[in-house]
């Protein structure tokens, strides 16, 4: 199966930056996108960023220009690069691949159990 484990989340200040990483394991065949969501408190899980296997990125408007999304394939981990954070950053930031197994050849959602991010002063 396919293991995600998201790491880097905490508390800082505005203006502060983090970076966020995605490790991914387990019985890989090919991994079409990999893509950041962040569910705020009361709120349904957004898309923050994603990356697919072309090279292809977007962002969510509120965080163009302040986050970047990159992917270390020797590692099979991705990571989201945070600067310039706003409180309304704050939520529990979800790492999920959409790909494929050895086991499962169709293409399906996987995620990960989310790290936290709290930006306040």
């Known amino acids: 199966q396919v293991q995600i484990v998201e790491s880097g989340g905490g508390l800082v200040q505005p203006g502060e930056s983090l970076k966020l990483s995605c490790e991914i394991s387990g019985s890989l065949r090919f991994i079409h996108a990999m893509n950041w969501y962040r569910q705020a408190p009361g709120q349904p899980r957004r898309l923050v960023a994603n990356?697919?296997?072309?090279?292809?990125?977007n962002y969510a408007d509120s965080v163009k220009d302040r986050f970047t999304i990159s992917r270390d394939n020797a590692k099979n981990t991705t990571y989201l690069q945070m600067n310039d954070l706003k409180p309304e950053d704050t939520g529990i930031y979800f790492c999920?691949?959409?790909?494929?197994?050895?086991?499962?050849?169709?293409?399906?959602?996987?995620w990960g159990q989310g790290t936290q991010v709290t930006v306040s002063s």
């Open positions: 990356m697919f296997d072309d090279g292809k990125k």
């Open positions: 999920n691949m959409y790909g494929a197994t050895v086991y499962v050849s169709q293409p399906r959602d996987f």
